[in-house]
């Protein structure tokens, strides 16, 4: 089943993201390429405070080219662990620290053609404790009862992935 490369050129390096074409050879003999978008792993959090709440943002998505109601989520720095890079992240937009974290899995976002792959966490036990960050300013943040989650991924007015995936499990988790 496995592909077997060939040759690999970078033929884009930003700041966030790189495009690597790769040139391999199918299981069949046939050769083609790849467009492979290189994102670094990252981290969502399912932010639950006392009351019931997911604490979500509201943000403008230049690619959607629409306000998005997400779950908070970032990246996760070099040689950072993805617990620290979710407590730091919770801190810088939405100025919460959480006290207990539970890892509820992972996945990749969009593995036909990125590498990026999402550590998911449940964030509770949440203190205020903001640190400033660059980008956060735009940020709107928005308390959800947990129990009306559900309708609102049915509506599509959350409509990502890792916020849609990381709710899901939640509302699992708490039998809703």
């Given at each position: ?71 908070p989520a ?64 735009e940020i ?37």
């Amino acid at each position: 089943m496995e592909e077997k490369l060939i040759e690999s050129k970078t033929a884009f390096r930003g700041r966030a993201v790189s495009l690597r074409i790769d040139r391999i050879r199918k299981k069949s003999g046939e050769e083609t390429t790849r467009e492979i978008v290189w994102h670094a792993d990252c981290i969502a959090a399912v932010a639950l405070d006392g009351r019931g709440n997911v604490i979500m943002e509201k943000q403008f998505r230049r690619p959607t080219d629409k306000v998005l109601l997400e779950i908070p989520a970032g990246g996760i720095e070099y040689e950072e662990k993805p617990e620290d890079a979710v407590r730091r992240e919770l801190q810088e937009e939405i100025g919460m620290l959480p006290g207990k974290l539970t890892r509820l899995g992972g996945f990749y976002a969009a593995p036909g053609y990125s590498t990026e792959y999402l550590h998911l966490y449940l964030a509770e036990d949440l203190t205020p404790s903001k640190l400033t960050a660059e980008d956060t300013d735009e940020i709107e943040i928005v308390s959800v009862p947990l129990c009306e989650v559900r309708d609102l991924i049915d509506s599509g007015q959350i409509c990502d992935a890792k916020s849609i995936a990381g709710l899901l499990w939640a509302l699992g988790r708490s039998g809703q």
